[in-house]
């Protein structure tokens, strides 16, 4: 399997303080990598590194064999990177479909065509029936979808989602989790961001554990819930295994 | 789904070129001077109304300095005519193209302001303008340029006999600047001013140069206000730094779109419609200068409106066939 996005020894200082401390990890073709760690761990800092929100105090981005450190979130939605957004930002009054166009719009400049593709994907994220409709007029959960399509629309070959499933209905999860397989299926490779464990171990492929801004653990969901150091990382000394 | 959105902006179009013709004819009805000079300010004001809507409605940047770009047109055509010979037609071009260079100088740095810090920019950059051209004395300084009659003719573009040159051509200018938001509403441009005024963030991490965007909403904006701002010299021939670059005309541009929905394509000519006339009538009904009372007419009515209509007055038209789209999904 080939390597589409590596971080190479990143920092990320915010004065005093070190959100991420020389994380260097690698996510390849088509894998579905969760990233995971207790509150204040430094996923979110280090996912928006690798969004390009801001640039890493020291350390450098690869994505698709070329180095993106430099490159502002638009370059590298350019070059197919795709994110969603923690706290929900739809064009609130703008419609739904009109959302999804401003994604499209990268990838095809002749309007009709980018307002068919916006609406296939639509369909595609199960929103087709709410295409005219005010992105303030949806419900949580559709907003999230919404955050889904909109960064589907730019055909990006890594989507980046920053806790998509957090706060939802246990229905609404597994709705989730079934669009996250899918998305997979269409050949993009998917890194997330999730705080809680229950709902990504069965997802994905592999995960990768930070605490306090380092690499604490990484390999399959199955062997990384029961390690020792990430049940204490969550839990405390008390409840770690054999402790 | 395709086929209604296509319908829908075809019918916009149709709307648009009725009411221009019926626009046109009423000259022919209204021979009174004074209706047919305020019909021309109207119209004038729909037209730097909707200039002003694509940087400031659309794209989400509030100016209120884009009397700058008024007296920019106006000074640069007023001065290339008595100074050069040069005819109003070229002035007017040369206006718009100034205008739009001034406004991405301008914008380089203004546009990291986000919020009320970039509102302030504007009005203080503006207010530099007028003192710098009260005290240019190549430019007439605090008086002004007289525009020497050459004439009537449509190649210096001046009538003394007959407003109705005027009119057909502040008619022309609202069309086109109508016309061009309505291009530019479905087109690339168009998707990403709204997506940078809702949500800059989000519309970075689509790919959106924000700031590219923000730069083409002024030029685009500055160049129609400044093509304004040369018709208004033409139609008045005398211009001095106040009566063009005042601050009155930064507000006189914010309100028509405010007050028929800012951000929307009919907004800005239904405000005008409204307000011009409403403040012409104020001001000569009160007699003498009138300043004032017309700004409190104004002040009445933005207070009403956003109280009662947020949206604007268009919001007026669009609940019906809310309703209506709910029930036909339904």
Redesign the interface.
């Known amino acids: 399997m080939t390597v589409l996005l590596e971080t190479r020894g990143v920092w990320q200082r915010f004065g005093g303080l070190v959100a991420n401390s020389d994380v260097s990890i690698s996510v390849g073709r088509g894998e579905i990598v969760g990233l995971i760690g207790p509150n204040g761990a430094g996923k979110s800092t280090l996912f928006n590194l690798i969004a390009g929100v801001l640039p890493p105090t020291q350390g450098s981005i690869w994505f698709d064999g070329e180095d993106v450190t430099g490159m502002r979130a638009a370059e590298r939605c350019q070059r197919g990177i795709g994110r969603t957004f923690q706290v929900v930002k739809s064009f609130e009054t703008m419609t739904v479909i009109d959302n999804v166009i401003v994604g499209a719009l990268i990838r095809n400049t002749v309007m009709r065509v980018a307002r068919r593709k916006a609406y296939d994907v639509l369909e595609f994220c199960g929103l087709a029936a709410r295409a005219n409709v005010l992105a303030s007029d949806l419900v949580p959960s559709e907003k999230r979808r919404l955050e889904v399509a909109r960064a589907l629309a730019t055909e990006p070959k890594l989507l980046l989602l920053d806790e998509v499933l957090t706060g939802l209905t246990p229905v609404e999860a597994k709705t989730g989790v079934e669009l996250v397989r899918k998305v997979r299926e269409t050949g993009v490779t998917v890194l997330m961001v999730e705080h809680v464990m229950e709902i990504v171990m069965p997802l994905v492929d592999r995960a990768i554990v930070l605490d306090l801004g380092k690499v604490l653990v990484e390999g399959k969901p199955s062997e990384v819930v029961r390690d020792p150091k990430v049940i204490t990382a969550y839990l405390g000394d008390r409840h770690a295994v054999g402790a | 789904?395709?086929k209604d959105?296509a319908r829908r902006r075809r019918r916009e179009l149709i709307v648009a070129f009725c009411l221009a013709a019926v626009a046109a004819l009423v000259p022919l009805f209204v021979k009174d001077v004074y209706v047919q000079n305020v019909m021309v300010l109207t119209l004038m004001y729909a037209a730097l109304s909707q200039s002003w809507n694509i940087l400031s409605g659309y794209c989400g940047q509030i100016s209120l300095g884009h009397a700058l770009y008024f007296g920019l047109g106006a000074y640069t055509t007023a001065l290339l005519f008595t100074k050069f010979g040069v005819l109003p037609w070229f002035g007017m071009l040369a206006g718009g193209v100034l205008s739009a260079l001034i406004a991405m100088a301008l914008g380089y740095p203004c546009f990291r302001l986000r919020g009320h810090y970039f509102v302030i920019a504007t009005i203080v950059i503006a207010e530099i303008g007028l003192l710098l051209i009260q005290n240019w004395d190549w430019a007439g300084a605090a008086l002004g340029i007289d525009i020497p009659v050459r004439g009537d003719s449509w190649l210096k573009f001046q009538f003394t006999r007959s407003k109705l040159p005027y009119f057909y051509f502040a008619l022309a200018l609202a069309c086109v600047a109508w016309f061009v938001t309505w291009w530019l509403e479905?087109?690339?441009w168009g998707?990403?001013w709204?997506?940078v005024?809702?949500?800059p963030?989000?519309?970075?991490?689509?790919?959106?140069?924000?700031f590219n965007s923000k730069m083409g909403a002024a030029a685009v904006s500055a160049f129609l206000v400044a093509v304004g701002g040369s018709f208004y010299a033409q139609f008045v021939s005398y211009i001095d730094p106040e009566s063009v670059m005042g601050f009155q005309f930064s507000l006189l541009m914010a309100l028509p779109a405010v007050l028929g929905g800012i951000?929307t394509l009919w907004g800005p000519v239904l405000g005008a419609v409204i307000l011009i006339p409403l403040t012409e009538l104020t001001r000569s009904f009160i007699g003498g200068s009138g300043r004032g009372v017309d700004l409190i007419v104004y002040g009445t009515l933005i207070v009403l409106i956003s109280l009662a209509l947020p949206r604007g007055l268009v919001s007026l038209f669009a609940r019906p066939k809310f309703f209506w789209?709910k029930a036909a999904?339904r």
Do not use: C, I, P
Not at chain 2, 201 to 210: F, H, K, R, Y
């Open positions: 789904m395709d959105f479905d087109s690339k998707y990403w709204r997506a005024k809702d949500n963030d989000a519309a970075e991490s689509l790919g959106v140069v924000v951000g789209r999904v």
